[in-house]
Nanobody, 120 residues
Framework: QVQLQESGPGLVKPSQTLSLTCTVT??????????WSWIRRPPGKGLEWIGN???????YYNPSHGRRTSVSKDTSKGQVTLQLNSVTPEDTAVYYC????????????WGQGTQVTVSS
């Protein structure tokens, strides 16, 4: 059974870089039939897609974040990483990693989420 676990700092200061890691067990992050996503939920708002990384190495980002976002993966460690630069309080959210099943385009596995607060 695939499991996803997010980890990272709970508190980040404005203008700093947020780095989060999603550790995947029970499945390979190199599987062809899946992509890996970062998604967040700001307080009082709905889910917001951040970006996807595919086995090909292609990465796609939500353009609303400009060029602040970087998603990568380490196949040997079974990890998917998110970096978000120049954070502001508007980046405060619960951050999730999820596995996207290609073809049907459904998220079939989610991490429990990790709270990130941006504050000085």
């Amino acid at each position: 059974q695939v499991q996803l676990q997010e980890s990272g700092p709970g508190l980040v200061k404005p203008s700093q870089t947020l780095s989060l890691t999603c550790t995947v067990t029970g499945a390979s992050v190199a599987a062809d039939n899946y992509a890996w996503s970062w998604i967040r939920r700001p307080p009082g708002k709905g889910l917001e897609w951040i970006g996807n990384i595919y086995n090909s190495g292609n990465v796609y980002y939500n353009p609303s974040h400009g060029r602040r976002t970087s998603v990568s993966k380490d196949t040997s460690k079974g990890q998917v990483t998110l970096q978000l630069n120049s954070v502001t309080p508007e980046d405060t959210a619960v951050y999730y990693c999820a596995r996207l099943r290609l073809g049907v385009l459904e998220y079939d596995s989610w991490g429990q989420g990790t709270q990130v607060t941006v504050s000085s």
